[in-house]
């Protein structure tokens, strides 16, 4: 079992849609990212995050460390909102400040 | 600073022959992580740096391949005798805190082995 689950694998939505990606993780970390990879492309980092919620343009990320979830938001979405979006643990109880990575989730918003 | 330089973008190689990746991390950072990612997949730690000292080491790391990181800055990653199953894009990322005390991870654009 991976130390960090995301859901959906895979999400297919219209153009506009409210979206929601989970993250979950089993081991204690101190901060939580958010990444993307459009296809072919390098991965950006969107949020770092080690407590409550972060907001950056039509993005919203939130973390509850108690419950050790993360979720990433994505408002009135676009196509070109389509990419893989990938959290990783950073960290961790022992002082092990590696990231750990899901195995992302990939959006397609259709037009 | 341009941000984090992977050297070379793709390597074409035979089996058997060795290899070696090159990663320039952004100056201040004084961390530095290698990354492997295979089509479809999450990127799966290999290993990492906090200055020139070799943190952890991933499992999936086997004795083929060796990374370093003399001087704290510069990291090469090297893989002897490649197999096919090596063929994967090879991530370098690295991340420091800012004065503001945020936490600020780059990756590199990935240098890509294709082992025949």
């Known amino acids: 079992k991976n130390e960090v689950e995301q859901s959906p694998q895979n999400l297919t939505a219209q153009e506009g849609e409210f979206i929601t990606i989970n993250c979950s993780y089993s081991?204690?970390?101190?901060?939580l990212h958010w990444l993307q990879q459009h296809p072919g492309g390098g991965i950006v980092s969107l949020f770092m995050?080690?407590?409550g919620k972060k907001k950056h343009g039509r993005l919203i990320a939130t973390i509850n460390i108690q419950e050790k979830h993360s979720s990433l938001h994505i408002t009135a979405s676009h196509p070109r909102d389509s990419a893989v979006y990938i959290c990783?643990?950073?960290?961790?109880?022992?002082?092990?400040?590696?990231?750990?990575f899901g195995t992302g989730t990939r959006l397609t918003i259709i037009p | 600073d341009t941000g984090v330089s992977q050297n070379p973008r793709h390597k074409i190689t035979k089996r058997g022959q060795n290899v070696t990746f090159r990663c320039d991390p952004i100056s201040e950072h004084n961390r530095l992580y290698w990354y492997r990612q295979t089509l479809g997949q999450g990127p799966e730690f290999l290993t990492y740096?906090?200055?020139?000292?070799?943190?952890?080491k991933s499992r999936l790391l086997s004795d083929r391949f060796s990374a370093e990181r003399p001087k704290g800055s510069f990291s090469t990653l090297e893989i002897q005798r490649t197999e096919q199953g090596d063929s994967a894009m090879y991530l370098c990322?690295?991340?420091?805190?800012?004065?503001?005390?945020?936490?600020?991870?780059?990756f590199g654009a990935g240098s890509r082995l294709t082992v025949l």
């Open positions: 081991v204690g970390i101190s901060a």
């Open positions: 740096f906090q200055n020139e000292a070799q943190l952890e």
């Open positions: 995050l080690s407590s």
């Open positions: 990322a690295s991340s420091g805190y800012l004065e503001t005390g945020a936490n600020v991870l780059t």
């Open positions: 990783a643990g950073e960290g961790s109880n022992f002082g092990n400040e590696k990231l750990t």
